[in-house]
């Protein structure tokens, strides 16, 4: 029984209740969803990239805009580390599989069932939706027949999202190896536990919010209607009290890849291991309790402006933590630079100068000029695509080997990592010369004073995006690679490098006993 | 396009150092407060400078030093008490040090007690109301027939030629320098903002709700800024423009207003 193999064809993968398949299915999803949501990217790109309308209507560039975020927050980002989390964590901690199985593959075939609904919203009369990814009422009342199919495919998504979430909690409490007692888990299983209790605590909310949404369009409630004695600022509460936890949703993960990969190409065990753990829990505590530092115009009372700021600047201090731990990780370690840890590094860099940003933002009075302007749109694509994104490159390449057996392509991978870096900075530094300059976000088009930088982050979308096809050669050609040992690099720590490369289709079938266990561990 | 491309990638690297033409930071502005705000944010811009010093100069050192391909054998420490205490205090202490100034202007900032005057704005897809609670004069402020014209796909029309492109309208709302405004602010439809960098305002307009803010402008001047809250497909094209006269313009103004009954209050 244990040694049966795979289904055939199709059935393999639509029946499938592998952790590996649904892994690899969740990840190859996410890199789809990746280029859809950024070729609405490069529409937006191309026509910023000088002043005039040249190529699209501003209702497009609405949806187009609306439609990225959407793609680029649900369909690939948090999908790829679902992708990870189902590949890695039962490898990490000793399991046969995830726990709950077929639950597992009821997750994975509701998001293309979501966002076949959300894209097929552009070809519907009124187009997609154009309100912007935040929803924000009383605009998101004003889209045309997507709204429905906007509020279902969320639905969707969030049903996705918490049986993800729920299914890697159970795993990870109950299917440990025997004395891997929980602070012994390695950081990405950690910052995965972590993730998975703010999936389910906050994805219902933004399910409330959305639903309220839909019974005042359609069932005549009045909750965000001032004219029937609703507030539509109650929806931003709601919406950020969501947003602001999924903000570290797409980022914890990425910390635990991040503190993977550093010790590995160290040759030195993560510094501070426990002090990690403790950082992520208290930056998933803080997210809770700074929901309306989004909401600093909506004309909040003094005291709400100053309890928001304070504890938003508190961030900084856990999210310090991890930066400075990595850079001790690195201290008078013994360092090499293939391409993951070539990632990991750019990410703990450029990570950190959306860190900075952060902090500015958080403050108050200047926080009023920058809301709502291209500072914002700079800072958080500096932690989502050198953040979010670069960590799940480093990821891809760090694991590769071990899902396919063979070594990719090192040169590609370099060359790949360079041009993203080079491109990436070119795209989203010189947002925050517009946004402080006063461009506001969202527009199609804009005064020639902004012609310059638009021009030169357009010139930096393209590259960026052309580059990432390096990528695309680098997975297709993995298998004409070396082939790969079992432990793949010099010096890794953790279980996933004591099976066999590739991994088997079923491994730890009975526990690791202790002594492999220990081995792995420390 | 090449004229652009050695232009632009200097004007990166430089950005700081680079012609008028590059605007790349928060202007100073025209009031007291405009100015304090300036101040917070290169208060919180240099802190993070320093620090940005202190950390990336330690990684890259170790980078450089601590190579492999030097020979370097890797130490196993894992953990350092002192280091993580000083590390996680610290940080506490810089934050405050940014805390306190940007809550004192911000109690400034919500103070809009005893305003020399009063306007109500109303934001609408897509232009703005403007309402003067102490006299009837009441307009609406919509984008400038210049750029108006030049805006459409494929107008012909090159936004270089037109002054103040997208940030032009036909009536700016007009207020005397040196007067304490209190804006009043609301909308109609959807959501708006309104933002002018240089008075260092921007607050939401939102319907059924009354928002207040306050500026007072010190220089005669004009400011441009735009509305900074997606309000639909013409978001971009509606700009803010406020017009700070000297105090005998701007009662020459009034009058003018007043006198004029057919442009107001349509």
Same mark, same amino acid.
């Given at each position: 029984?244990? /040694? ?174 025997? =004395? ?32 309220? *949404? ?59 291991? /426990? ?210 040992? =079992? ?21 730890? =079938? ?13 | ?41 290169? *208060? ?18 170790? *980078? ?69 609670? /102490? ?30 492109? *997208? ?21 109609? /439809? ?43 497909? =013409? ?32």
């Amino acid at each position: 029984m244990a /040694d049966h193999g795979p289904d055939k064809g199709i059935k393999r993968w639509l029946y499938t209740t592998n952790h590996k398949d649904i892994g690899t299915m969740y990840l190859i999803f996410s890199l789809v969803m990746f280029f859809i949501g950024g070729s609405m990217a490069l529409v937006i790109r191309t026509e910023l990239m000088q002043p005039g309308l040249q190529f699209v209507h501003p209702e497009f560039f609405n949806q187009m805009t609306t439609m990225h975020a959407l793609i680029m927050v649900f369909g690939a980002v948090m999908p790829a580390f679902v992708g990870l989390a189902n590949w890695m964590i039962p490898m990490m901690i000793g399991a046969p599989d995830m726990a709950l199985p077929r639950m597992n593959n009821w997750s994975f075939w509701i998001l293309p069932v979501a966002f076949g609904i959300l894209l097929s919203t552009l070809f519907m009369p009124g187009g997609a939706p154009a309100s912007g990814w935040t929803m924000y009422p009383p605009l998101v009342l004003q889209t045309g027949d997507a709204f429905p199919f906007l509020i279902f495919s969320v639905h969707l998504m969030g049903i996705s999202s918490i049986m993800g979430a729920i299914n890697i909690i159970v795993t990870i409490l109950n299917m440990r190896a025997p =004395d891997m007692w929980l602070l012994k888990m390695p950081m990405f299983v950690w910052t995965w536990l972590i993730t998975a209790y703010l999936l389910i605590a906050v994805m219902p909310v933004l399910a409330g919010a959305v639903t309220m *949404l839909l019974t005042d369009q359609f069932f005549g409630t009045s909750f965000f209607l001032a004219a029937g004695g609703g507030d539509p600022v109650m929806f931003q509460h709601i919406f950020w009290f969501f947003g602001h936890p999924e903000v570290y949703i797409m980022i914890l993960p990425a910390f635990g890849v991040v503190s993977e990969i550093i010790p590995t190409f160290s040759r030195k065990p993560l510094f501070g291991h /426990d002090s990690m753990v403790y950082a992520a829990s208290c930056i998933a505590f803080l997210s809770f309790i700074v929901w309306a530092h989004h909401m600093f115009t909506v004309g909040m009372p003094l005291s709400g402006q100053l309890f928001f700021m304070f504890a938003t600047m508190l961030i900084a201090v856990p999210t310090g933590v991890k930066i400075f731990n990595w850079i001790g990780t690195m201290w008078r370690g013994s360092l090499t630079f293939e391409t993951p840890m070539l990632f990991a590094l750019a990410f703990v860099f450029l990570f950190t100068i959306g860190g900075f940003s952060g902090v500015m933002l958080a403050m108050v009075p200047a926080d009023i000029q920058y809301h709502d302007s291209y500072f914002v749109v700079a800072h958080f694509h500096y932690v989502l695509v050198p953040g979010s994104i670069f960590s799940l490159f480093a990821a891809a390449y760090y694991w590769l080997p071990k899902w396919t057996g063979h070594m990719y392509n090192e040169t590609a991978g370099k060359l790949h990592f360079w041009l993203s870096t080079f491109f990436v900075n070119l795209t989203f530094f010189p947002m925050h010369f517009l946004g402080l300059a006063g461009m506001p976000r969202r527009i199609p088009d804009y005064s020639t004073q902004f012609a310059d930088f638009n021009w030169m982050a357009s010139v930096g979308a393209i590259g960026f995006g052309l580059s990432q096809l390096i990528f695309v050669y680098v997975l297709l050609t993995c298998k004409k690679g070396a082939k790969a040992t =079992d432990r793949v690099w010099e010096a890794p720590k953790g279980l996933e490098w004591t099976v066999p490369s590739p991994a088997p289709y079923h491994t730890f =079938d009975t526990p690791p006993v202790k002594r492999v266990a220990q081995e792995a561990f420390e | 396009m090449m004229r652009k491309l050695l232009c632009s990638v200097p004007g990166l690297v430089w950005a700081g150092a680079a012609s008028a033409d590059y605007a790349v930071n928060m202007p100073k502005g025209v009031t007291e407060l405009s100015a304090e705000t300036y101040e917070i944010h290169m *208060l919180a811009f240099w802190w993070c400078v320093a620090i940005g010093v202190v950390v990336f100069g330690a990684m890259l050192y170790s *980078l450089v030093k601590h190579r492999k391909s030097k020979g370097v054998q890797p130490a196993d420490f894992s953990h350092s008490t002192m280091a993580e205490v000083v590390w996680t205090a610290l940080p506490c202490f810089i934050l405050l040090f940014m805390a306190v100034p940007a809550a004192e202007t911000m109690i400034k900032l919500e103070d809009s007690r005893d305003p020399d005057m009063s306007v109500v704005v109303t934001g609408y897809q897509w232009r703005w109301h403007y309402d003067y609670q /102490d006299s009837d004069i009441a307009f609406y402020s919509s984008l400038a027939e210049s750029s108006l014209k030049a805006r459409r796909l494929e107008s012909g029309i090159d936004p270089y030629s037109v002054e103040n492109y *997208l940030l032009e309208v036909d009536n700016p709302l007009v207020v005397p320098v040196g007067a304490k405004v209190r804006v009043l602010l609301t909308s109609n /439809d959807v959501l708006h903002a309104w933002w002018v960098p240089d008075l260092a305002i921007k607050k939401d307009a939102i319907p059924g709700i009354i928002n207040e803010t306050w500026f007072k402008a010190d220089v005669a001047g004009t400011y441009r800024g735009q509305c900074a809250e997606l309000c639909g497909k =013409d978001h971009g094209y509606m700009p803010v423009v406020v017009e700070v006269l000297e105090a005998d313009a701007y009662a020459e103004w009034i009058a003018g207003q007043t006198a004029d009954t057919t442009g107001s209050n349509e």
